[in-house]
């Protein structure tokens, strides 16, 4: 088969990673890629919401399958596009229809689905310009912290967590009146704060079966010991050691079969990955939010632990059998830990030199914001690079991967070094 990737992040050379390795596997493209995929894949430099242009590139190469990494191509509709074209309606898309692509790109559209199939999740109401009254209200009938989303995409950056009444009241005001998520906070979602720990869940689906991956977890903050602003995430671990069997099993029965079951009901068609994220509140699962395809840096430590061939899981969706493939996993711990520049996630410079690569040993580099130019690697992003390592244990794992990052170096790198520090 002929396959084509859309993305250029860490998310997408793991995928470029493994699919290359699968026998099923004839050719390989990625629009646009990055440093890391230009060495296993060929690179298309197309932007992943120019429609007219991936059509070209699928058309010019003959490809069989499209993989979507990120969600706006999802929420925009690509893989409609695709079902509505007569010269693109036989190539495999992996990844949800744009009324299923909903799910992450509202945030109270999700709510609504939760609350309609008795998913556990947070209490919420939303809300917009023409009752931002009411929303200072509500936020006085709950108790601190408050939870402030952006109802659209916001790039991972459009939630705050607040501790005082009045922060709250003038950040909704900012968010609504002064658009400061732009188009994503014309609507702003206000909820209960759970207090617990958080992990992520992935399912892939055809619509109609369903099958688990590894749990993973990762640290969304910049600093240390979860402090300072939000990121795409920092790092990951997977299996997430807290996560006990009984756990799992009410992930499935109280969270992963009722949201399979009610985008069948609500008739959302979805074939691909749904990233679930969690959170525990004493023994039970919350679920904090819906994305529509994997996450980012968790993708580079859960695909690392999967043994099945992924072009035969993908397969398997196209064709509504996934109930007749058995996922196999490795039995070992991943860790990743991410590279970014200084400045991440505030402003940053790009063109740094990145070297030491071929010094890594006994870890893999999935590489993000970095290309190749000059016969050179250079950063061109804030999340670098992420360093994925294997072991007996999670903290042995991540003891490889501090071990390899010493031997990585661009100018005003950073990285968090307590990946792991809460389990």
């Excluded at 609504?176 to 759970?194: D, I, N, P, Q, R």
């Excluded at 016969?375 to 794992?397: C, D, H, L, P």
Aim: charged fraction near 25%; hydrophobic fraction near 40%; include cysteine.
């Amino acid at each position: 088969m002929k396959i084509l990737i859309l993305g250029s992040g860490g998310r997408e050379h793991t995928f470029a990673w493994k699919i290359a390795k699968s026998p099923l596997c004839k050719s390989l493209f990625v629009a646009p890629g990055n440093s890391g995929t230009h060495t296993i894949a060929h690179n298309i430099d197309v932007k992943v919401t120019d429609f007219e242009a991936i059509k070209n590139v699928v058309i010019t190469h003959a490809i069989d399958m499209v993989i979507v990494g990120p969600e706006d191509p999802l929420v925009q509709g690509i893989h409609d596009f695709f079902l509505s074209d007569a010269d693109l309606v036989n190539v495999i898309v992996i990844g949800p229809q744009k009324a299923a692509a909903e799910l992450e790109g509202s945030k109270e559209f999700a709510k609504e689905f939760m609350y309609r199939h008795n998913i556990p999740t947070a209490a919420y109401k939303s809300f917009d310009v023409s009752n931002i009254e009411e929303g200072y209200k509500f936020l006085e009938t709950l108790k601190p912290p408050y939870v402030l989303k952006a109802d659209g995409l916001a790039a991972g950056k459009g939630v705050l967590i607040l501790k005082d009444l009045n922060e709250a009241k003038t950040e909704l005001k900012h968010m609504l009146l002064e658009a400061k998520f732009g188009k994503a906070s014309t609507k702003v979602v206000v909820e209960e704060f759970l207090d617990g720990i958080e992990l992520s869940c992935f399912v892939l689906t055809d619509g109609k079966h369903y099958k688990i991956l590894p749990t993973a977890k990762d640290y969304k903050r910049i600093g240390e010991g979860d402090t300072g602003l939000n990121t795409g995430g920092m790092g990951a671990v997977s299996p997430v050691p807290f996560a006990t069997e009984d756990f799992l099993n009410k992930i499935e029965t109280q969270i992963v079969k009722p949201t399979i079951l009610g985008l069948q009901k609500d008739n959302l068609p979805y074939k691909g990955f749904v990233f679930i994220g969690l959170i525990k509140v004493g023994d039970d699962p919350k679920v904090i939010e819906y994305n529509v395809r994997m996450g980012d840096p968790e993708t580079e430590v859960v695909l690392p632990r999967l043994k099945t061939d992924l072009v035969e899981i993908f397969k398997a969706i196209s064709e509504e059998r996934l109930d007749k493939i058995n996922i196999e996993i490795d039995e070992r711990a991943a860790t990743t830990v991410m590279l970014v520049s200084g400045g991440y996630p505030g402003t940053y410079e790009k063109g740094k030199e990145i070297t030491g690569l071929v010094n890594v040993k006994d870890s893999i580099v999935f590489h993000a914001g970095a290309i190749q130019k000059e016969g050179k690697t250079i950063t061109s992003g804030g999340r670098v690079m992420a360093v994925t390592s294997y072991g007996k244990t999670y903290k042995e794992a991540i003891k490889k991967s501090y071990q390899n990052i010493a031997h990585l170096h661009f100018d005003k790198m950073y990285y968090r070094k307590d990946i792991g520090f809460d389990l």
